[in-house]
């Protein structure tokens, strides 16, 4: 797990004076699943396709099984793409598209047979090889599309926002399936996705990025309950996000009050950005609170009420299980490891 | 008012000019001229020796004219189709832009170009060769027939080479196609709809012109087309010219329509096939 | 390697439009050659643009046939689009039906439907001239209008039509105001189509000519007498013409597509700034 796989060092891409991926570094294990997270526009597809060899970087090297690839051709390299669309071959069918490239590397006839048959088996398809491509579901389609790039045994499997056309329920299906496959092939998978969910699920490792710059890496634990600034933390799941000022370490300052943290290292009175999780905002009488404030909505989501409670001017987004009525007086507690500081995001404003 | 009686007064056309004229067409050919009885003389007549070298000539020189028209006209679409969009309008508009000519003024622009006086001659005079005898042979023919209908060739096939996903390209990449393979395993196959639209857009006014024959080949190249025009204008109604014509037309439409059967049956067989 | 693969390709496209514009071009300046023969350069001239212009027979030719191409395709425009809406609301069978018959004038030769028309007319007693001419261009323009038609109509959803009738437009208007303004690109592709192809038909007029020729009939019989300068000079004018026009429709698409794209990234910086306050 600790061997590199692949190396992006200082890659910068730039189309027509749009900077789509600035100075970017990063590794990727051999064996990871990781995922590429962020807004559309944030530079992740770009840095999927320079991998696979469909875009040549600006600036910078990439490097796989520590061998500069910055000039090997797509069709050379040892990584295998399931695309956003899928993009089957419309002419083939479903076995001949798996096939496709064992017969470019003119492998036996036995050989691709078994193949075929063992990916097909693999992605549950099975008896399906003669189909068109068009008799088959979204889904269907989908499963073709990743046997098809697995049939080359990639070290790397490249894969562009796959599930992006499946609905709800399919989507949370594959999930399970491309992490249990993963997991069973032991091959590194590169995740491309704007969805926090899924990469919240599925990955060893989560790279948030932003406008072509990384702004964090870590563990899906990490990054939800360290989101390292105001962006992360928002693309993260949803969040109070506030401005105020670090007066001493360990103590912070907004609306107006004063609250113990458990953050230090700030300047004396540095201005930074307080994150609050919706679900770590304590519901109590108000005359506890440190805050107090008023319900202006109260909506029932399943499993907890969303409510938002006006209090000193901001507006809260809180979840709780018990529920509390629009128009009533709340007191707002947190505690001081729920309250999450950041330094400004200068590249943000 | 319901909305399909819209089509109401098309209708009415399409019965009284394409319908019954095809109806008459076929009760020309299989009537007598003189009794209007039924006879099948006049297709006997048509499948006269003479008359069958005249057809098999004009299905060659198509044939040559459409084989020639596919293999410029393919690498052109494929260039184009792999340009900057910018440049590919400009330049697809330009291998278009003769084809807004008057069809008349084309063929009769290279009757001035092959003329033993004309230009080719001069040029090929200066180095020392000719004046060759340009006009009136099977080649002045094809020219003419390339010349005219090499657009009809390019535009389908450029329409669908530019259409196709870039994603199916780099798809096939991916999985280890180098150029070449990208070209004959994907591209070529998925353009085969283009190119089977290009050789019936090219291979059937081909056929059966008249016009390119007369001016480019001279009065020895009889093909198909003109044969079929002088039974209606020369030797005329009086003469059974039109029921020989009429049969000569049926001939001919069956023929084009085997020619699309043909190319159907093959586009659908390949849809899972391999080779082109 | 690669610059030898660019070069290459440049070149074969340089001969192909060398080979598809030598002879026009060739034609344009022969044009302006005193000399009646083709080889000699007699000097510059512009007699045999004069001689067109006093060629009674090739203005009423042109005449002829810009007066056929304008009718026609407006006529054909008219049924075509009545026709395909009336067509698109009927049942699958009688649809696939009309459709195929529709495609007839289309996938059949020329030489045949000139042949069949001119059959029908003669029964018809169609008067010979003017008359037969226009009616078989509207017969062969209506298909083509049909065909750019048809695409936009099933592209049009069905319920766009009903969404009209529900919130009280009466039938006549919701076509007039929702369907037709839907399909209206599909309407003018196959006007300007039907006015093209009227403009080049040669094969149909051919056999509907006696009694009224069009430039291309006209010059075939010119033609076949062998090469005569005029020809050079009308040429020459009809090329000038097209690309004129090309350039004008070009200019005006590609200053659309420039305020298009000038206004989207307005929209796009717009939306950032929102989004970063």
Known sequence: MSKHLIDLIGVTKDFDGELALNNIDLYIRNGEFLTLLGPSGCGKTTMLRIIAGFETATAGKVLIDGVDVSSVPAYKRKVNTVFQKYALFPHLNVYDNIAFGLKIKKADKAKIDRKVNEMLEMVELQGLGKRSIDELSGGQQQRVAIARALANEPECLLLDEPLGALDLKLRKEMQIELKRMQQQLGITFIYVTHDQEEALTMSDTIVVMRKGVIQQIGTPIDIYNEPQNAFVADFIGESNILSGVMTEDYFVEFLGKGFNCVDKGFERNEPVDVVIRPEDIKLISPEEGTLSGIVKSTVFMGVHYEMQIEAAGFTFLVHSTSMEDEGAHVGLSFFPDDIHIMRKDKAAE | ?276 | MKREHRFLKGLFIGIMLVFLYAPIIVMIVYSFNASRTMGNWGGFSTEWYGALFRDRDILAALEVTLSVAVISSIVATLLGTTAAIGIHSMKRRTRNVILTTTNLPVVNPDLVTGISLMFAFSILMVPQGYTRLLLAHITFNIPYVILSVMPKLRQTSDSLYEAALDLGAKPSYALRKVVLPQIAPGIVSGMILAFTLSVDDFVISFFCQQGAQNLSTYIYSLARRGINPKINALSAIMFVVVLALLLLVNVISSQNTEEAKAKRREKKRRRMAAAEA
Request: aromatic residues 12%; proline residues 5%; glycine residues 8%.
């Open chain 2, 1 to 276: 008012m319901k909305r399909k009686y819209f089509a109401t007064p098309y209708l009415a056309w399409m019965i009284v000019l394409i319908v019954a004229p095809m109806i008459i067409i076929a009760y020309y050919a299989f009537t007598g001229q003189a009794d209007g009885a039924f006879t099948l003389d006049n297709i006997k007549a048509a499948l006269d020796p003479i008359y069958m070298s005249v057809l098999w000539r004009s299905i060659s020189l198509a044939v040559i004219s459409t084989v020639i028209c596919l293999v410029l006209g393919y690498p052109i679409a494929y260039i184009l189709s792999r340009m900057k969009p910018s440049t590919a309008a400009i330049l697809s508009m330009l291998f278009i832009l003769p084809m807004w000519m008057n069809f008349l003024l084309r063929t009769y622009a290279w009757m001035t170009l092959l003329d033993t006086n004309g230009l080719i001659n001069r040029l090929l005079g200066l180095v020392g060769i000719g004046p060759l005898r340009l006009m009136n042979t099977q080649g002045a023919v094809v020219v003419g027939m390339v010349y005219n209908y090499l657009p009809f060739m390019i535009l389908p096939i450029y329409n669908i080479l530019q259409k196709m996903p870039k994603a199916n390209i780099e798809a096939a990449q991916d999985l280890g196609a180098n150029s070449k393979q990208v070209f004959t395993r994907v591209v070529l196959p998925l353009s085969r709809p283009g190119v089977i639209s290009g050789i019936i857009m090219v291979f059937v006014p081909c056929i059966t012109t008249f016009a390119i024959s007369r001016l480019l080949g001279g009065s020895q190249f009889m093909l198909y087309g003109d044969l079929i025009e002088t039974q209606f204008l020369s030797v005329g109604q009086a003469y059974g010219g039109w029921n020989v014509g009429a049969a000569l037309s049926c001939i001919m439409m069956v023929l084009v329509f085997i020619c699309l059967g043909i190319t159907n049956h093959f586009d659908k067989d390949s849809s899972g096939g391999t080779l082109i």
